[in-house]
């Protein structure tokens, strides 16, 4: 049975194949959508999460196997479907399973997050526990939680670059070597740590619904990631996404615009990124890095930068680091 739902709400049994036209799985406002995600090459979907009414369809979130670093993409013919004893399986055309969850109801939320819940509604499983590339308002990232970035361009294969809140209570932006998965020294460190009393170290990242991104500690005051926001979703969405090149960045769109043509035109808008430097010299590649004037990131004393631009209300600084 293949559903294509206004309440957001997905019954067991629905089911949806991966064609070129494909039904999907909708939030109750429309606004974000499930299901397989056609990419360039046109036999090859992604099952995904993305903006349902905008006209790039960004992907928010995507099914990754147990080996983050295999390709995520699936064949023509693919299909997804809500059982009532093995939870939500992918499969491929010829019915091996690639990716499992836990279930028994699915529901598409108006925050992007799809959640799987028993008869009691109790969640069981959901995508803002599992997140890939970006972070959505009101999703909460918890202690070992960690934010992977892409490969360069439109590669869906996990890249280089992770952010991480710590079991310590830092949040860290870190290269790492793709084949053994090892961690290299943290590019960027929040600084919200306590050694000498766990409790004002932080604890959770927090995307607020108006944008506002921070860290709270159990003792004391926040670590303000972005400024203060008060943009409503109900005119903006807001997404906050680790790039291919390792910069965290949160970007917002407007719901809206005057017309259809200007519509089209409109791209996502980038505020300030929230990383600050790179440790990485050994690797090839450039990119760039941008933080407020006169700023530099915590744990990172004596950072130097080779050459240096100066732009509005921040500096770019270029420096080498492995793009994946």
Avoid at 168 to 193: E, F, H, I, R, W
Avoid at 289 to 304: D, E, H, M, S
Wanted: aromatic share 12%.
């Amino acid at each position: 049975m293949a559903v294509a739902q206004t309440n957001g709400s997905v019954p067991v049994g629905a089911s949806i194949t991966a064609t070129d036209d494909s039904p999907s799985w909708l939030s109750a406002s429309g606004e974000f959508a499930f299901g397989f995600h056609q990419m360039e090459n046109k036999d090859y979907f992604l099952l995904s999460i993305w903006y349902e009414k905008i006209p790039e369809k960004t992907v928010v979130w995507y099914a990754m196997g147990e080996d983050p670093t295999d390709d995520p993409a699936v064949s023509r013919g693919s299909k997804v479907e809500l059982t009532d004893d093995r939870g939500l399986l992918l499969s491929d055309p010829q019915g091996n399973l690639i990716w499992t969850s836990r279930i028994c109801l699915g529901v598409m939320n108006d925050t992007g997050n799809f959640v799987l819940q028993n008869k009691n509604s109790d969640r069981l499983w959901e995508s803002f526990t599992h997140p890939t590339d970006t972070l959505l308002p009101t999703q909460i990232v918890e202690a070992g939680g960690i934010v992977s970035s892409q490969r360069i361009g439109d590669q869906l294969f996990t890249g280089r670059f992770q952010l991480a809140l710590l079991d310590d209570g830092n949040l860290v932006l870190n290269s790492m070597n793709l084949p053994t998965k090892v961690a290299y020294d943290a590019y960027y460190t929040s600084g919200t740590y306590d050694a000498s009393n766990s409790s004002n170290s932080g604890y959770q990242l927090i995307f607020n619904e108006s944008g506002y991104m921070y860290i709270p500690r159990r003792n004391g005051p926040t670590e303000d990631l972005t400024k203060k926001q008060h943009f409503l979703l109900l005119h903006f969405y807001h997404r906050a996404t680790l790039n291919f090149d390792g910069v965290f960045t949160q970007y917002s769109y407007p719901k809206t615009s005057s017309s259809n043509r200007s519509r089209a035109k409109i791209s996502w808008k980038k505020k300030l990124p929230l990383s600050n430097g790179k440790l990485d010299s050994g690797f090839n590649g450039k990119t760039f890095i941008k933080f407020k004037k006169g700023y530099l990131p915590p744990g990172n004393p004596g950072l130097r930068f080779p050459e240096t631009k100066t732009g509005k209300g921040h500096q770019v600084h270029h420096e080498n680091s492995a793009l994946g």
